[in-house]
Nanobody, 117 residues
Framework: QVQLVESGGGLVQAGGSLRLSCAAS????????MGWFRQAPGKGREFVAA????????QYADSVKGRFTISRDNAKNTLYLQMNSLKPEDTAVYSC??????????WGQGTQVTVSS
């Protein structure tokens, strides 16, 4: 099985930056589409960003476009989310996910991001 472990969350002031990492186990990492999702208190899970395994094409939610950047380093089996110009509404638990095609079969436990005003 693929195992995912997020790190890099924390408390940051509005306007600041954080870089989230998602370390993946298994040799099939480079074959998977990977993405970031978030869930704020009282809200459902929200798509944030995704990156393909072959083309490296990226997708972003409109709410984070221009502020967040998703990337992956297959040699290190690691997914990243660079978050700049953070806003209080970005406060959420951020989870990484992986899977073939349009499915996300594997999920991490999440890392808390809190942005103060």
């Amino acid at each position: 099985q693929v195992q995912l472990v997020e790190s890099g969350g924390g408390l940051v002031q509005a306007g600041g930056s954080l870089r989230l990492s998602c370390a993946a186990s298994g040799r099939a990492f480079s074959s998977y589409k990977m993405g970031w999702f978030r869930q704020a208190p009282g809200k459902g899970r929200e798509f944030v960003a995704a990156i393909g395994w072959s083309s490296g094409t990226t997708q972003y939610a409109d709410s984070v476009k221009g502020r967040f950047t998703i990337s992956r380093d297959n040699a290190k089996n690691t997914l990243y989310l660079q978050m700049n110009s953070l806003k209080p509404e970005d406060t959420a638990v951020y989870s990484c996910a992986a899977g073939p095609g349009n499915l996300y079969n594997y999920w991490g436990q999440g890392t808390q991001v809190t942005v103060s005003s």
